[in-house]
């Protein structure tokens, strides 16, 4: 006899299935067989099978059966079992090589005629755990138990992630429900737990299950089929328990198929038909009433979250206008923002308390404690130089709307005295932080605090220790947070080393728990003895750099204390893009500043192997990257000027590891931001906002675009220029009326080349190119068609060692590095893009553009976070989703010689701003040279 039969149903399983029967080879117990049960599949999963039958005769053992779904192939399976144990495997997912040995003999061990493990779920991104099943390993429960005495046994549905002794199924005549396709594992295990005599439970990974979005099994339909099987089980179950007098026991799983059922209308929401919808809810009102037992609102407090109590409530006295409407708020995060209420009387409310407050005892939050609830404190600024300190960032509290009426105060505490000095803070709009921290469904808008500039000096400091404190005042009911700041939360402590101030010496103590300012009187004597220590701490961190063999930045370091004073006396612009590229707008500025006014000792940054070199070296004064010079003029320079991130792309290895030392040096240099897209896009004040970038200068392409800055990025009104982008002043010359570009952008959830052959983004274009109505078009009109796709797709296809198919002769396939995108923008007459930003620069040259967008929802949630511009309703071109719609348009444009309509080139001006005279890059010169140091 077999210790373990392991059956694997197969249907259609060819993507995943060798994954599953690998991992079976792997089995460390040796004892086992392997039934595959091909369900009638037809792709190549029977010839995958067979391979390993044929390689592994000892193991695998296939049996072929007509379609009849799961239940039926795990069946058959169970007719030809010969195993003391029966386990259930699906093909898309797998076990690790200890699996099944460690179950049976668990099982075996404990004569235990079940057996449950854990589940640990994954995708192509992540893996995580299932949260309820941590109940079940609580390591206070007894590794033997029974159903019946520990009833959170029955959470676990999956028949996966257990153990079966074979001759208890036999004897009870236990199979899966054919008659069901959602449910079938939760009847089957039901079953098995209440009538075997025990069921062993160990905390080991018995199951990894692969999460398909795109998987078409009923149990994944948006349909009301879905809910209809999912009554039938539960009906089936119920009588399971009154045929074996097991009534008293069903309130656990009733109560759990009852959350999954609510959640599951949730769920499928936005896809079910409004027919099929009030189907749903006819049958959620059939389903609570068909339970054994009903549950009273105590009874779901503890596992029934807010909505899933209102729902309950709705859904048994079959009020369907409330139902929707609620499924209406859940469905739409973004409109009904989910922070808590607070009321004048300090009683806190689940949100949907301002849409129903008829029902505040389903919608209660109890047992709050306003001086523990969790907060986040994020100093993004933080300084001390001189006696002043400069300290911006935001607060907000979890679940709790940061308003714009909150008041925010900093407060300095001495800690034997506790007197206060307080500072009134002024709120910020921090957009980004409703959107990153908050996941768009909390209202954190106004967390954020306006960068204050204090002269410690004059605060009023007696001698002695004051910690640091925020304070929050809740504008409706006066309730006072308070918040310490911690020393971790200031990563560089040299960014507050000792200072002096005529007698008065001010230290930052961040060796502390929390931020501590220790103000003392010292004498002349001490005074030099401190200066002393501080020479003597820098020696220490300059010479740590030659213990570790970093020569190269020491010596930069000494050279900038020695000549440091020589190059900043020549006014340095210095410029960068990324590390190797020269041709977005930093490029082009460059460009104009060495033709127009050589005179200005301006120098360029790129890696000394990069292609894009040969195009700039005509214009001299190059540096190459990580050089001593880079990190010379990073120090020195009184421009920094780039349209990337300088800190990212700009800032060498060595200027970083010498500001950490010296962070004061760091602020010398001015900070132009040139930018290289348009702002609103998408959400991007997480990465541009003034705190995290500290730009003194910050190019716009448009009035709108600067407010919009001045809005939600923290910049004042001198900070932001409207000039439009230097690379615009390229975008001039005839185009080619018979050729047009497309070109799409990336989608960041395509991780792998698997993935990309899979996805509806690739298979879309490529229907694209095979369109035979698009190919007789340009065949009658003698159009090339330029297929540009993006970099990230084309390197997946080059490690594939497949390159796109054109199609057409008339289609060409440009390659990445061939030409530049600039060059492309404006050889073409008509762009057919999706959300890419390069739209704009062929919109500056009223050339028309048609935004093809099907998968607009999955691109604004898992790729970027749309801005203010609504990419449905704003844009200067014709917004289609289908493929035939598409073609409509192409045509339309080639027969109407390639003219953009006169309503979107109304539009385009709200986007783009063209100088009266002159160029952009004038203009943004003469904005640079204005500066004020």
């Given amino acids: 006899m077999k210790s373990v039969s392991v059956i694997v149903p197969i ?28 369900d009638g599949s037809t792709d190549n999963s029977q010839t995958i099978a067979e391979e390993y039958v044929t390689n592994h005769p000892h193991l695998f053992q296939l049996i072929n059966k007509e379609n009849g779904g799961v239940a039926s192939a795990r069946n058959r399976g169970l007719t030809v079992a010969t195993g003391e144990y029966v386990a259930f495997l699906d093909p898309d997912d797998y076990v690790l090589p ?63 992630n257990k153990l079966f002794k074979r001759n208890f199924l036999e004897r009870h005549h236990i199979q899966f429900d054919e008659e069901i396709s959602v449910g079938e594992d939760l009847l089957f295990t039901q079953q098995c737990l209440y009538l075997s005599n025990h069921t062993c439970v160990a905390n080991i990974n018995s199951l990894n299950y692969r999460v398909i979005q795109s998987e078409a099994s009923l149990s994944k339909r948006e349909d009301v089929r879905f809910f209809v099987h999912h009554y039938k089980a539960v009906q089936k179950l119920k009588a399971f328990y009154l045929a074996n007098h097991l009534e008293q026991y069903s309130h656990t799983v009733e109560k759990a198929q009852w959350k999954f059922f609510i959640n599951s209308i949730t769920l499928r929401y936005k896809k079910l038909s409004k027919q099929d919808l009030d189907a749903v809810l006819d049958i959620g009102w059939e389903f609570y009433n068909s339970f054994i037992h009903s549950f009273t609102l105590d009874e779901l407090v503890e596992e029934f979250n807010h909505y899933e109590r209102l729902a309950h409530e709705f859904l048994r006295k079959k009020q369907k206008n409330d139902m929707l409407f609620l499924l209406e708020i859940m469905s739409t995060p973004e409109t009904y923002k989910r922070s808590n209420i607070l009321t004048e009387k300090r009683e806190v409310y689940n949100f949907l308390y301002a849409h129903f407050p008829k029902y505040r005892r389903y919608l209660h939050v109890s047992n709050v404690n306003f001086k523990k609830i969790p907060s986040v404190l994020k100093v993004e600024t933080f300084f001390v130089y001189d006696g002043m300190l400069t300290i911006g960032g935001y607060l907000f509290h979890h679940g709790y709307k940061a308003g714009e009426r909150d008041k925010k105060q900093l407060i300095f505490r001495n800690t034997e005295t506790k007197k206060e000095v307080v500072i009134d803070l002024e709120n910020e709009l921090r957009t980004d932080v409703s959107n990153y921290n908050g996941a768009r469904v909390q209202d954190y808008d106004y967390s954020g605090f306006k960068t204050k500039q204090l002269h410690l000096c004059r605060l009023g400091l007696s001698n002695g220790f004051w ?76 010479w740590s750099l030659v213990c570790k063999k970093q020569y190269k930045t020491w010596w930069t370091l000494w050279m900038y204390k020695i000549m440091g004073t020589f190059y900043k006396k020549k006014d340095i612009w210095f410029i960068g893009e990324r590390n190797d590229t020269a041709q977005d707008n930093s490029y082009h500025m460059f460009k104009y500043i060495r033709t127009k006014h050589p005179h200005i000792p301006c120098y360029y940054v790129i890696d000394k192997d990069a292609e894009d070199r040969k195009q700039i070296e005509q214009y001299g004064n190059l540096v190459y990257s990580n050089t001593i010079k880079h990190t010379l003029f990073l120090l020195t320079a009184s421009k920094i000027i780039n349209s990337y991130s300088d800190k990212v792309f700009m800032h060498s290895k060595a200027y970083k590891d010498i500001v950490c030392i010296y962070p004061e040096w760091s602020r010398y240099s001015q900070n132009i931001f040139l930018q290289h897209g348009i702002i609103g896009v ?124 054109a199609a057409h002769s008339h289609i060409h396939v440009i390659q990445k590095d061939s030409i530049s995108v600039q060059q492309l923008l404006k050889n073409n007459a008509l762009l057919v893009t999706d959300y890419s930003t390069v739209s704009f620069d062929f919109a500056y040259m009223q050339k028309p553009v048609i935004f093809y967008q099907f998968d607009y929802d999955l691109f604004f949630s898992k790729h970027y976070r749309e801005g203010i511009i609504n990419h449905r309703t704003d ?59």
Avoid at 130 to 143: G, Q, T, V
Wanted: aromatic share 8%; hydrophobic share 35%; charged share 30%.
């Fill in 467 to 542: 910690e640091m404190i925020f304070v929050v005042e809740k504008d409706v009911n006066k309730i006072r947070l308070e918040r310490k700041i911690q020393s971790k939360l200031i990563e560089n402590k040299n960014v507050a080393k000792r200072n002096m101030i005529g007698s008065l010496q001010i230290d930052t103590l961040l060796n502390r728990k929390h931020v501590t300012i220790k103000v003392s009187d010292v004498t002349l004597l001490t005074r030099v003895k401190n200066k002393l220590i501080t020479y003597r701490n820098n020696w220490k961190q300059e």
């Fill in 11 to 38: 249907y259609n399983a060819e993507k995943y299935v060798v994954e599953c029967l690998d991992s079976l080879v792997e089995q460390s117990l040796e004892n086992i067989e392997v039934l595959l049960i091909n």
């Fill in 682 to 805: 998408s959400r991007v004040n997480h990465v541009l906002h003034k705190n995290k970038t500290n730009y003194d200068m910050f190019i716009a392409s448009s009035k709108g675009e600067k407010n919009h800055l001045l809005k939600e990025y923290g910049y004042k009104e001198e900070e932001v220029k409207v000039t439009g982008l230097a690379r615009w002043d390229n975008l001039k010359g005839e185009c080619n009326k018979r050729e047009m570009l497309i070109m799409p952008t990336w989608r960041a959830w395509i991780k792998d080349e698997e993935s990309l052959l899979e996805s509806e983004y690739f298979q879309r274009l490529q229907s694209l190119l095979h369109n035979k109505e698009l190919h007789a078009l340009i065949e009658r009109y003698h159009i090339t068609i330029n297929f540009y796709l993006h970099y990230e797709a084309q390197r997946l296809l080059a490690k594939l060692g497949i390159s796109l198919d």
């Fill in 98 to 160: 200890n699996t099944y040995r460690v179950m049976y003999l668990k099982s075996r061990n404990t004569q235990s005629d079940t057996f449950i493990g854990n589940i640990r779920c994954f995708n192509t991104t992540r893996t995580w755990g299932i949260p309820y099943m941590a109940k079940l390993f609580d390591k206070e429960l007894p590794e033997v138990r029974h159903i019946k005495t520990n009833p959170e046994l029955g959470l676990s549905a999956s028949s996966c």
């Fill in 875 to 933: 844009l200067f071109g014709k917004v289609v989703e289908t493929e035939d719609d598409l073609v409509a348009k192409i045509t339309y444009y080639v027969t109407n010689n390639m003219k953009m309509e006169a309503e979107y080139k109304e539009k385009t001006k709200q986007f783009v701003m063209k100088p009266t005279s002159g160029t952009h890059c004038e203009l943004i010169f003469n904005e640079i040279k204005n500066m004020d140091r």
